[in-house]
C-alpha cells in the first residue's frame, strides 16, 4: 500500500525484497503465537512436493 498497490485491475505488484518478505512472515508469525498461544512452528521445505503429495494421499485415504 504504501507503493500504492491496492490489488486493482492493471497494476503490478510492487518487487518484495527478501528482508521485506521476512520482516512481514516474522510479524504473521508473531500474531500466530499471541492468538494462539502455540509457538509457530516452521514446516521442512527441503521437499516440498513430496510433503505436497504426502499431505495430499493421506486426506484421499481418510
Known sequence: MANGFQGKEGQ??????????????????ELFENITGDKFVKADVSDVVAR???????????
Open 52 to 62: 505436497v503429495e504426502k499431505n495430499v494421499t493421506d486426506y484421499l485415504t481418510k
Open 12 to 29: 503490478e505488484i510492487p518487487t518484495m525484497d527478501e528482508t521485506f518478505v521476512n520482516s512481514v512472515s516474522e510479524r504473521y508469525i
